[in-house]
């Protein structure tokens, strides 16, 4: 194997369209040489959410030419590229049989070993391409589909300590917008009006804070903020902002106990790991009053807050990439050409699927 590798990924599973190359040299080191991510946000504001049919249209038109520019930035050909990867799961499947169909005729055309990488693998190991962390670590993943706190030990070795049972925390911030008329999506909408609002004037409930299990719960939450808007309808801009504000705060105390105790028990399993980390990864991550929460949380426990840069926190195909090159260092197999894309795919096998979650999809 070479002492070098170079990698393309494509990244196809929700909205984003995306491809990169990124290299890792001996030393275990990363570097993004490529990387170009094409957002269709605009294509589904219309509906307030994802069209799958929509999604894999668009995918379909973007993807080679993506991957042609991802290409032309990192200075390479695909004859110079040593492997493929591609997500093949969680995610909408028709845009995952898109970007792994694309993958795989790659893979047989250039002969080239192909790699089918889990999504959420791809936010999980992040931190070691931009940070160069080491295992063990925890990773909170907080987006539009998820809301996990894992348990990083190791390439392919995962532990699921906590999941939401209902929505996921992004989705309750969609449709919290939606509910008092803000624009999709919903999360910078509320951070927005949140910042002229005053936090203290709704209390609304904190889910599952106190209990010993590590899983989150939202939908009450939602339901409490439907039910405040109702009772002072007609709402005002000074209402939505102060609604805004005290359900960000909510969810800061609710993460607050649960990532709290998150550290306590990776403190408990890990008690020789000098410096403890705790990363965030999705698109909620980009909140700033959530981060500062965390950050403060981090601090009080001494352990290490690693947060991505947010164009990687988000859904690219950077991580795919070395998610790939992960896999292929230590010296795991490439995947058969016969590999098929998978809608649900949970990170660690073990863990028992919960009623209920990941409804919008499956999707990181
Ligand atoms: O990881 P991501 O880009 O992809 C999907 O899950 O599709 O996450 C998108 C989610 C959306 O639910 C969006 O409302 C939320 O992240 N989000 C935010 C913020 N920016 C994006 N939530 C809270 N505050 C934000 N500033
Ligand atoms: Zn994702």
Request: glycine share 10%.
């Amino acid at each position: 194997m070479s002492s070098h590798l170079t990698i393309l990924g494509i990244e196809t599973s929700c909205d984003e369209t995306a491809a990169a190359v990124v290299a890792r040299d001996e030393a275990g080191r990363g570097t993004i040489l490529g990387d170009v991510v094409l957002s269709q946000l605009e294509e589904h504001s219309a509906y307030g959410g994802v069209v799958p049919e929509i999604a894999a249209r668009a995918h379909v038109e973007a993807l080679d030419e993506l991957i042609g520019q991802a290409l032309s930035r990192a200075g390479k050909t695909l004859d110079e590229v040593d492997a493929i990867a591609a997500t093949s799961g969680p995610g909408l499947i028709g845009g995952l049989i898109v970007g792994l169909m694309t993958g795989k005729a790659i893979a047989r055309a250039k002969s080239k070993p192909l790699y089918a990488v889990n999504h959420l693998e791809g936010h999980a190991l992040t931190a070691r391409l931009t940070d160069g962390l080491s295992f063990p670590y925890l990773m909170l993943l907080v987006s539009g589909g998820h809301t996990q706190l894992v348990l990083i030990r190791g390439v392919g070795d995962y532990e699921r300590w906590g999941t939401t049972i209902d929505d996921a925390l992004g989705e309750a911030f969609d449709k919290t917008a939606k509910l008092l008329g803000l624009p999709y999506p919903g999360g910078p909408a509320v951070e927005r009006a949140a910042m002229t609002g005053d936090p203290d004037r709704f209390t609304f409930p904190r889910p599952l804070v106190g209990e010993k299990r590590l899983d989150f719960s939202f939908s009450g939450l939602k339901t409490a903020v439907r039910q405040a808007a109702q009772s002072i309808e007609p709402v005002s801009e000074q209402d939505i902002a102060d609604i805004c504000a005290s359900f960000q705060k909510a969810v800061s105390r609710t993460l607050k106990d649960r990532i709290g105790r998150g550290l306590e028990r990776f403190r408990q399993a890990f008690p020789d790991v000098a410096e403890p980390a705790l990363v965030v990864a999705g698109g909620v991550a980009a909140n700033r009053v959530l981060r500062a929460t965390l950050q403060e949380l981090c601090d009080h426990n001494r352990f290490r807050f690693v947060a991505p840069p947010l164009a990687l926190c988000t859904d690219n195909a950077a991580m795919i990439a070395w998610a790939g090159l992960e896999r292929m260092a230590c010296g795991l197999s490439p995947d058969d050409l016969s590999v098929a894309p998978r809608a649900r795919w949970p990170l660690d096998a073990e863990a028992a699927a919960m009623l209920g979650s990941g409804k919008r999809g499956a999707k990181a």
